[in-house]
């Protein structure tokens, strides 16, 4: 019997599922080891194809060793832009966007206020401390705040893929779009089982 053929679907991993050291932690100790490690259990599943925005790409290089990687496995990681000026999204998006922003910026004017407040009650030191960190949860937590964000989610889009990310901004409006997306620490035992599923569709049958 022949071997059972599979429609090859698309996905889109972020840099987070390599540089990240408690969601690579699965994968490898480093940036590299981690990217090979994936590399190895991708080129067994025939079924899947994978894909990295090139913005992200670049970013990953900054943490890799690439002349550690096989070049042969490098084929299962494919860079591809996504079509910024062919695709289109609700308009409902961009009025979601904006009155989120606008709640950040109110969040963040709150954090100064009580940060300019509390002066005389602490150091200077540790009172710039504690703003930076609050405002920058006020502003930039559970949002996407970077082109290379929108790269992944439009490259998604646009290949009806499945997004990897462990970006909680990402996630959120991965889901507001309708992408399928899947947390980076589940991302392991997803290639474990497409291995399995492949493994067994090449088994002879009796």
């Given at each position: 019997?022949?071997?059972?053929?599979?429609?090859?679907?698309?996905?889109?991993?972020?840099?987070?599922?390599?540089?990240n050291p408690e969601v690579r932690e699965s994968f490898g100790r480093t940036p590299?080891?981690?990217?090979?490690?994936?590399?190895?259990?991708a080129s067994q599943i025939p079924h899947l194809e994978f894909y990295m925005p090139p913005s992200i790409f670049e970013e990953l290089l900054n943490f890799i060793q690439?002349?550690?990687?096989?070049?042969?496995?490098?084929?299962?990681?494919?860079?591809?832009p996504p079509k910024k000026h062919e695709l289109t999204c609700p308009a409902f998006?961009?009025?979601e966007l904006i009155e989120d922003i606008r709640e950040r910026i109110n969040k963040g004017l709150r954090v100064a206020e009580k940060?300019?407040?509390?002066?005389s009650k602490a150091g200077e030191e540790d009172i710039i401390k504690d703003m930076r960190r609050k405002y920058r949860e006020?502003?930039?937590e559970g949002i996407i705040d970077s082109k290379e964000d929108v790269d992944l989610i439009l490259l998604a889009r646009e290949l009806d893929a499945l997004l990897v990310t462990a970006d909680q901004g990402i996630i959120k409006w991965a889901e507001k779009l309708g992408i399928k997306w899947l947390v980076s620490s589940k991302f392991k035992e997803y290639l474990l089982s497409?291995?399995?599923?492949?493994?067994?569709?090449?088994?002879?049958?009796?």
């Open positions: 019997m022949g071997q059972a053929k599979f429609k090859k679907s698309a996905v889109v991993l972020d840099t987070s599922l390599f540089v590299t080891e981690a990217l090979e490690n994936f590399l190895f259990l690439p002349e550690n990687i096989s070049g042969d496995l490098l084929v299962y990681l494919q860079q591809k998006l961009l009025y940060a300019v407040r509390g002066v006020a502003l930039r497409s291995i399995k599923k492949a493994e067994m569709s090449a088994a002879p049958k009796s």
